[in-house]
């Protein structure tokens, strides 16, 4: 029962982790409640909690000793997001002293059993050469492989690539992936393009959307743009855009202002 209990937990936890990353902030909020009974799962050397733990150590709390202790032991235990987060360490410097090879070969094994996040940082360290001889053909062959497989960070940089060569297209459907993600500096530029019709048509509906969905993240800098589109938008538009990103309160302000 206990077993069970503590899976139930990591279950929610990770769902609300999820959350997070798309903006949820009451997600965050709950999932710091929970931090005590994760913890006490981790001290009983579960890699995967031990894992997540470790991770709001370093994100949220900014206490990287603890997280880099967390993250070593769910490594050594041979789970994928443990070796990653202790990559991601290494890599970076952070808490410790940087070492890019350690750092990649805990990215190659983290991928290798099915870990998306390690294979995109592997392919950013491929492309840049990070740590590794640059290798353009290969870095990119990883990022589509994360990309197809959904991970909205490569399809962000995806997007940023085929911005770069003009292709509004190609870059619009990876910003929106990368954007529903919750890949938060994507939404502004992919709201600004659905309201221009940059890579394909203008959808005002979309554009409402993603301004209002800048709010999750503390960002009103997408509410002028949502005032200024809902002037030329029926109500029933209005409260469709809203309702896509869960603000039904904003769609009736929105309303009322662009009434006016």
């Known amino acids: 029962m206990a077993n069970r209990s503590g899976s139930d937990l990591f279950e929610l936890a990770e769902q ?39 991770g709001l150590y370093l994100e949220r709390l900014r206490e990287p000793e603890k997280a880099y202790r967390l993250f070593v032991a769910s490594a050594k235990a041979g789970h994928p997001a443990g070796q990653r987060g202790l990559g991601s360490m290494l890599a970076n410097g952070i808490g410790v002293e940087r070492d890019l090879d350690a750092a990649r070969e805990l990215f190659e094994s983290a991928a290798l059993s099915g870990d998306l996040f390690a294979l995109f940082n592997l392919a950013m360290m491929y492309l840049q050469g990070a740590g590794v001889e640059q290798d353009e053909v290969k870095g990119q062959e990883f990022l589509r492989r994360a990309a197809d497989e959904g991970l909205p960070a490569a399809n962000a940089v995806l997007g940023d690539q085929f911005a770069a060569q003009q292709d509004f297209a190609q870059a619009r459907v990876h910003y929106g992936v990368a954007a529903s993600g919750g890949v938060s500096r994507v939404i502004y ?22 301004f209002l969905k800048l709010l999750d993240f503390g960002d009103g800098d997408g509410v002028h743009g949502a005032i200024s589109l809902a002037r030329s938008m029926s109500d029933q538009e209005i409260r469709m855009a809203a309702q896509l990103v869960d603000r039904s309160a904003e769609a009736e302000a929105l309303i009322r202002v662009a009434r006016k």
Do not use: C
């Open 16 to 54: 609300l982790h999820e959350a997070l990353v798309r903006g949820d902030a009451a997600a965050g909020k709950q999932l710091m409640r929970m931090l005590p009974q994760l913890e006490e799962i981790a001290s009983e050397g579960r890699a995967d909690v031990q894992a997540l733990v470790a």
């Open 189 to 210: 530029t992919l709201a600004e393009w659905y309201r221009d019709g940059v890579g394909g048509p203008v959808d005002k509906v979309q554009a409402v959307r993603w």
